[in-house]
């Protein structure tokens, strides 16, 4: 594309099917403790 | 939903349904105010009309084809398909504890939301019996999950370190026999550490947060000793020497500014220039009248020390150097999924808090506030319908999140910042949403500039 350039592979939706397993870190237990910072969490499914 | 902004030289489109992210040319991104979705097959000609004086219709027409184009490829103006995850958003297992260990501490932090360690209901220390009744009712209500957490916190959690010790190698003890694995953390000032605890330490945690603000001046201003003294100059080589002998494992050096260093880039810099190179630096919760809360009146000023940050840091990447800050670390590609992303930290739900005393709080920042008392490991008590009203404060029952562009990167913001200074648990604290979108701004900025220097470098 000549105007539009895409950096991500932009497939939230598709995270949706297959997510919720719970494998991941507690957000708050990662660094934050005062403020929620979800976005910067691993997946960690196997 | 889009986000388009511009920042740093770029135009930036988020499409927050799909997580998209696009850089477009400066007529991309004005079109992109005539036009939205359903779109017909040609370019409306009212936005053509509107745009003829400044760019080429021709071009305007293949500029519009491309939006189309990645609208049907469900990465631009995307629909919403997450409110019906919303309603399956039920109690969920138990797998993180905030440990409160010890409700006393070493210092006397300016800024501590413990009311400088006791949390306003008095210093003592978590006995080890009461950590290994935390320890079964951890796994008791941990379902099918398999990793579970314990966040030794305080306070200060190095002054009970006997019971830290015996609580861990209870939990280690009964790891093959349950088929589950003990994630350990600890969140500690620093004061107590020497070289037996550092090898403990880095033997047996798999993050630690290790508390300092940044230049000396600034630390010994809101940590000082209980005598006055600063204690910068106690903890740094202790820091120094322990993150040295960490290895590959996790930690941060986390600092809190204030509205007194505005300019916490500075400070940033300052604990990169010591030798760490993972930082989180944090804006103090407080409430207004506190003479160092951070309030509408400084917002402008810390939105642009944000900027400040982000291009120092993506200069400083340009000469060989890296580090990572904890508020600007966000991978676009493989982050959370879109389920954990609605249900945001979970607390109250899959984490909770609990005090030497035994008592059980949704996190650590509700612990002492009335009426959020969920039970006790004394007498077995535990409020699931407390933890029902958790589970169900996501993001699609936070009104005002629902229509917010960064819903699904703060997950609808910190619910005991909501009540404690917007007044309810689904209601947003309006100074921490605004900065929070512009961390995001920022963090979505610089990976769009390590797009383009990439680019730039390989044609």
């Known amino acids: 594309m000549k105007h539009i350039k895409t950096i991500n592979k932009a497939q939230l939706a598709a995270t949706a099917k297959k997510g919720g397993c719970g494998k991941c870190q507690a957000s708050c237990q990662s660094a934050c403790k005062t403020s929620c910072t979800v976005a910067n969490q691993k997946c960690e499914r196997d | ?459």
Not at chain 2, 84 to 91: D, E, L, N
Request: with cysteine; hydrophobic share 40%.
């Open chain 2, 1 to 459: 939903m889009i986000h388009k902004y511009q920042l740093n030289g770029f135009n930036i489109v988020l499409d927050v349904n799909s997580g998209g992210v696009h850089l477009v040319d400066e007529m991309t991104y004005a079109l992109l105010d005539y036009i939205a979705p359903p779109f017909a097959a040609e370019c409306p000609a009212q936005a053509l009309a509107a745009l003829a004086d400044t760019y080429d219709i021709e071009e305007l027409k293949a500029c519009y084809s491309e939006i189309v184009e990645l609208s049907e490829a469900g990465v631009l103006f995307s629909e919403d398909t997450f409110t019906q995850y919303s309603a399956v958003s039920v109690p969920s297992p138990i797998k993180a504890l905030c440990l409160h260990v010890s409700h006393d501490c070493n210092l006397r932090c300016a800024y501590c939301f413990a009311a400088t360690g006791d949390f306003g209901v008095g210093r003592k220390l978590m006995d080890a019996e009461m950590g290994k009744k935390a320890i079964d009712f951890l796994v008791a209500n941990s379902g099918d999950r398999v990793n579970l957490e314990v966040d030794f916190f305080g306070g200060e959690p190095l002054m009970s370190w006997n019971a830290v010790k015996e609580i861990v190698a209870y939990a280690r003890s009964m790891e093959k026999q349950i088929g589950k694995r003990f994630r350990f953390t600890m969140t500690t000032n620093g004061m107590l550490l020497d070289d037996e605890k550092i090898e403990y330490l880095n033997e047996e945690m798999s993050n630690v947060v290790l508390s300092i603000d940044g230049r000396k001046e600034v630390h010994d201003k809101m940590r000082p000793c209980p005598n006055g003294t600063g204690s910068y100059d106690h903890i740094l080589p202790k820091f120094r020497k322990m993150v040295s002998l960490r290895g590959t494992k996790d930690y941060y050096v986390r600092g809190t500014f204030t509205k007194y260093n505005l300019d916490f880039s500075e400070d940033v810099f300052h604990l990169y220039e010591q030798g760490f190179d993972q930082i989180s630096v944090e804006p103090v919760v407080a409430a207004a009248d506190m003479p160092y809360a951070l309030t509408e009146a400084e917002l402008s000023a810390i939105a642009a020390e944000y900027e400040t940050l982000a291009n120092r840091m993506l200069e400083n990447e340009k000469k060989g150097g890296k580090f990572n800050f904890f508020h600007f670390s966000i991978d676009l590609n493989n982050g959370p999924c879109a389920i954990k992303r609605l249900r945001g930290c979970g607390c109250g739900n899959d984490y909770v808090a609990i005090t030497p005393e035994g008592d059980i709080y949704p996190c650590h920042q509700f612990v002492g506030v009335e009426g959020y008392r969920m039970g006790s490991l004394v007498d077995g008590s535990f409020d699931t319908e407390m933890k029902a009203k958790f589970a169900a404060a996501h993001v699609g029952n936070k009104p005002e999140c629902r229509e917010c562009w960064a819903k699904f990167y703060c997950s609808g913001g910190c619910n005991a910042n909501n009540y404690l200074y917007a007044g309810d648990i689904l209601k947003p604290y309006g100074i921490s949403c605004k900065l929070q979108q512009k961390r995001l701004e920022c963090a979505i900025m610089m990976q769009a500039a390590r797009f383009a220097a990439k680019e730039s470098e390989e044609a």
